[in-house]
């Protein structure tokens, strides 16, 4: 066993964090505010390699691992979580499912332009009574002999009015259940695709959520990802992948909290010393540092499992549930060691708190992630 971070897997790892210090934070503060999508910085990501970074490189990918996914996404997330999730959806949601189960048509069509920035893709699950309950699909996809004609709604999808790409989730015979599930890979502009508002939310207020409406969309055969039926089970392996990148957004949310806390720490002044010298607060210091440590080593041991070929599942649902809870209870403490600055927007820590609660809700919920993780215990 070896603790150690390779020589390249520590140039990937300075390579996003200089990224996120000198392009993300600044601005980071006004796009929150204000909603706004970081559209200039996707191209600077693509050329980074930063939206393919698993995807093989004869499809315009970076051909890295998930270790190195994890450490670009902790670092991303430690300044911007609403740039690190268009980031996560785009390369463990659409490039992953896309390379792992797509047709070699089309991955050619669609793979290429998704790992180098040139598209970007959206993954669309939720429906208004289809959270966690995922195979309760209300949206339908009716086989039509040479396409399927889809309608239904989607809702919370991220990247949803940005992206290009979409990867829909529809029932195609609900008596068959979870079985009668396809998965489709949808384009923007298709008739009957319409974008519905922006949603206004508490956190990651940068990145572009939005309802989708389908109406009589008629998508091609050869836009079914798999056999038919395959799409719940494309989305649930999809999923577990997408668990590794949200935990690892949730690490960066908690590190990046707890590094500012330690800073202003160490610089603020009360009765007669640096904070930091007051047991009050070294005894948080302790804690958050402990934690966020444990929450990557779980975050660390998903991504080498996906690495070494491993089944996942429950190893991605223990980091996204442990990271999640770290991230949303320490960004609490890292508000309540600024005190009153930690209310105010120009010192961040505000901002990742609100940032922090939705790690604990996307990609499956901490309730959902006990499921899984106490079915994988059962079932042993
Ligand atoms: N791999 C392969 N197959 C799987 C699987 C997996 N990980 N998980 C389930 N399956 C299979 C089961 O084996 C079962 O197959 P059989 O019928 O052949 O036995 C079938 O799928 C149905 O599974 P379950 O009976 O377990 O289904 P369930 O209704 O009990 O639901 C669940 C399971 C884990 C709760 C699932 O519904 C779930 O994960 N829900 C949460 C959905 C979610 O994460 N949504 C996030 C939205 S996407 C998002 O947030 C993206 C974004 O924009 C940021």
Wanted: charged share 25%.
């Amino acid at each position: 066993m070896d603790f150690n971070l390779t020589e390249e897997h520590l140039m990937i790892r300075d390579a996003a964090r200089d990224f996120a210090q000198t392009e993300l934070l600044p601005g980071v503060i006004e796009r929150d505010n204000a909603q706004t999508f970081p559209e200039s910085l996707v191209r600077k990501m693509g050329e980074l390699g930063f939206l393919g970074i698993m995807v093989d490189p004869k499809y315009g990918g970076s051909g890295m691992d998930a270790i190195s996914y994890v450490l670009i996404m902790e670092e991303l997330s430690k300044v911007d979580a609403s740039a690190s999730v268009m980031v996560s959806v785009n390369n463990s949601l659409v490039c992953y499912g896309l390379e792992a189960y797509g047709s070699e048509a089309q991955k050619e069509k669609y793979l290429s332009k998704l790992a180098t920035g040139e598209c970007i893709g959206a993954f669309c699950l939720s429906e208004p009574e289809a959270g966690s309950d995922a195979t309760s699909q209300k949206t339908t996809a009716i086989d039509k002999g040479d396409h399927y004609v889809l309608n239904g709604t989607k809702n919370w999808i991220t990247n949803g009015g940005r992206a290009e790409v979409y990867l829909v989730i529809a029932q195609t015979d609900k008596h068959k259940g979870s079985h009668g599930i396809n998965a489709f890979i949808v384009e923007k502009g298709m008739p009957g695709f319409d974008i519905g508002p922006k949603e206004d939310k508490l956190g990651i207020r940068g990145s572009d959520t939005h309802t989708l409406q389908f109406n009589d969309v008629k998508v091609p055969k050869e836009n079914r990802i798999g056999d038919d039926g395959f799409g719940f089970r494309f989305a649930m392996k999809t999923l577990s992948g997408g668990r590794i990148g949200i935990a690892a957004q949730a690490l960066g949310i908690a590190a990046g909290a707890y590094e500012l806390a330690l800073k202003y720490s160490k610089e603020r002044k009360a009765f007669g010393t640096e904070i930091c010298n007051h047991q009050a607060i070294a005894f948080k210091l302790a804690d958050m540092h402990t934690e966020i440590e444990a929450a990557r080593m779980l975050v660390m041991k998903a991504a080498w499992d996906k690495d070494q070929g491993n089944n996942y599942d429950m190893s991605s649902a223990m980091a996204k549930l442990y990271a999640s809870k770290v991230a949303m209870e320490h960004t609490v403490e890292a508000v309540q060691i600024h005190g009153g600055n930690g209310f105010v927007k120009e010192y961040h820590v505000e901002r990742l708190m609100r940032d922090a609660k939705i790690t604990q809700i996307y990609e499956g919920t901490t309730e959902i992630q006990k499921i899984v993780i106490s079915r994988g215990i059962i079932k042993d």
